[in-house]
């Protein structure tokens, strides 16, 4: 007797053998029981799920000679050549080599005959997208009214080149991907009759090289019985697989969590000396980072998670050992590389930066903690403006304003002096009045203004015509009740003339230079940005006009 595949002869010969596709056999069961027979089907999904092994089921169910049921004998003649695919009533047709319209048009003339034996004409036609355009608008008359003893069943890997009138004619059923369970389950069982020693580690393996398909997983066993026989070792299935090593992968994941540059390049050296296709290598790495993704964020990954139980069990592991923050950037960094490694004359340098950018970023500040210091500042920058004493940042000490230079012109920049660390400056009195009173702030701004221990010090250049002004009365009780309010507390304010100092020149004034040069001097070095700078790890680009 001739030797049968594997693939061939664990074919499932009825409804209840079929597996992963149990929403399409209820469907069709329920349907052949109430007797409400379509005349026509369609079979979508991928390759090797069930599309053609349920359209021949579904052809024993209708024909099968001890009447119409969904469990077929499968010993009467019918079954029997359904089966072996020589039923006369029953034609198979390949839609890629019989796609023409000639072949549509002689299978319109044969649909008007009677069957010749069974109870209905049955005609599979299989990978049906591959018709033609002409093709289809002849089917599409007979697929909508076909005499009541024909049955069409379509199968299509690729529906979205179907007509929607051809699909509109049709019940559509979508058969979904095997889940990896199932296919280890079955393959358990062909292992057990075949008398296949194999682990279920190599089991796995073979289901996940499938990707959902049965047909593929056993042609893969098939593969791996004539290439070690019935002794099966996972390396040697790992050799014939041309599998990425679990390990590898763990290795260089294990270097990114504990920092260590040298372990990721060493890595990806061994692998490129072992001829490990590194494109390839890219995508089953991406692979484990998701899964730890899935690990850390779901809290019942039932389903969602497939691998072994020790590639479980080191998954969990890589979960709690890195943060939520690092693992997202890393995540990121290496999604967004794949064009710069799949499309790369020579990968193994970008995946070598890719790893290395990985290592630098995944330790930076989590968003939780950003946030609050955004908070913070926001709270001293507020209680800045409305007067009260200003909370010192813990980061940024503030800095010592420069020496005084000689000014003449009123809009020439304030010399303010420094404050001491209890007391809030000069420059922030300023501020504050500027809100109610920019005409004051700018009298103000011509003066060195010092505040200690509540005592207010505005000192004018000798011969400055707006230390008259300040020293009117009305303008000193003016001054008087700004600085109360902007302190919170009863002060002493005083208006003089600094000391040491000397009449100035109207002459001499300030190039536009160098006022633009002084005042982003000031603004540099004032406490705030200086915090926000060291935070972000920033950098100043630009000054805004307005700051200046």
């Known amino acids: 007797m001739a030797y049968k595949v594997l693939a061939r002869k664990f074919r499932p010969q009825t409804f209840g053998e079929v597996i992963g596709q149990t929403h399409v056999t209820r469907t069709l069961v329920n349907s052949i029981r109430e007797g409400r027979i379509a005349h026509a089907f369609l079979f979508a999904g991928e390759r090797g799920v069930g599309k053609t092994s349920v359209a021949r089921i579904l052809a024993k169910a209708l024909n099968c000679h001890t009447g119409l049921s969904d469990q077929p004998c499968g010993t009467c003649p019918s079954c029997i050549e359904i089966a072996a695919g020589t039923c006369i009533d029953v034609h198979e047709i390949d839609g890629a080599s019989n796609r023409g319209v000639d072949d549509i048009r002689t299978l319109r003339e044969n649909v008007r005959y009677l069957p010749t034996r069974d109870r209905y004409k049955i005609y599979i036609i299989d990978e049906v997208h591959m018709l033609t355009e002409q093709a289809f608008n002849a089917l599409l008359k007979t697929l909508e009214e076909p005499p009541s003893h024909v049955v069409f069943i379509l199968a299509t890997t690729e529906p979205h080149k179907i007509p929607d009138t051809i699909i509109s004619r049709c019940l559509r059923f979508d058969f979904r991907r095997i889940p990896t369970k199932e296919i280890i389950?079955?393959?358990?069982?062909?292992?057990?009759?075949e008398h296949i020693s194999i682990t279920r580690h190599g089991l796995y393996l073979i289901a996940r090289e499938a990707e959902g398909s049965m047909r593929d997983a056993q042609s893969i066993l098939e593969r791996a019985v004539s290439y070690c026989g019935s002794q099966i070792e996972d390396h040697d299935l790992q050799d014939m697989l041309g599998h990425i090593d679990r390990r590898q992968l763990f290795n260089i994941m294990e270097g990114i969590?504990?920092?260590?540059?040298?372990?990721?390049i060493d890595g990806i050296a061994r692998l490129y000396d072992a001829g490990v296709d590194l494109k390839r290598w890219y995508y089953a790495f991406l692979e484990l980072l998701r899964d730890i993704r899935i690990i850390k964020m779901v809290p019942d990954q039932t389903g969602l998670v497939e691998a072994s139980d020790e590639d479980l069990r080191q998954i969990h592991e890589a979960?709690?050992?890195i943060s939520d923050e690092g693992l997202q950037r890393c995540f990121r960094l290496w999604f967004s590389a794949e064009n710069d490694i799949v499309r790369s004359a020579n990968p193994k340098i970008a995946l070598e930066v890719c790893l290395l950018e990985m290592l630098q970023v995944k330790e930076s500040v989590p968003i939780d903690e950003l946030l609050s210091t955004i908070e913070h500042l926001q709270q001293h920058l507020e209680r800045s403006s409305t007067g009260s004493r200003a909370v010192p940042l813990p980061a940024q000490p503030r800095p010592a304003p420069a020496a005084p230079a000689p000014r003449?012109?009123?809009r020439a920049e304030a010399q303010v002096c420094a404050a001491t660390p209890s007391e809030p400056s000069g420059e922030e009195l300023i501020a504050f009045i500027a809100r109610t009173d920019a005409k004051f702030a700018a009298y103000l701004r011509q003066a060195c203004i010092t505040i200690?221990?509540?005592?207010?010090?505005v000192a004018f250049p000798e011969g400055d015509i707006f230390l008259d002004i300040m020293k009117e009365a009305q303008t000193e009780q003016k001054l008087n009740d700004l600085c109360r309010s902007f302190l919170q507390?009863?002060?002493?304010?005083?208006?003089?003339?600094?000391?040491?100092?000397e009449k100035k020149n109207r002459n001499l004034t300030e190039s536009p230079d160098q006022i633009k040069r002084k005042r982003e001097q000031q603004v540099l070095h004032n406490p705030v940005v200086q915090q926000v700078l060291k935070t972000f790890n920033g950098k100043i680009v630009a000054i805004h006009p307005a700051d200046r």
């Open 185 to 193: 389950a079955h393959l358990e069982q062909i292992a057990r009759q």
């Open 257 to 264: 969590i504990a920092g260590d540059p040298h372990a990721c």
């Open 319 to 321: 979960a709690e050992r």
């Open 408 to 410: 003449s012109s009123p």
């Open 452 to 457: 200690e221990d509540g005592k207010v010090t």
């Open 489 to 501: 507390r009863n002060v002493t304010v005083t208006v003089q003339t600094q000391p040491g100092g």
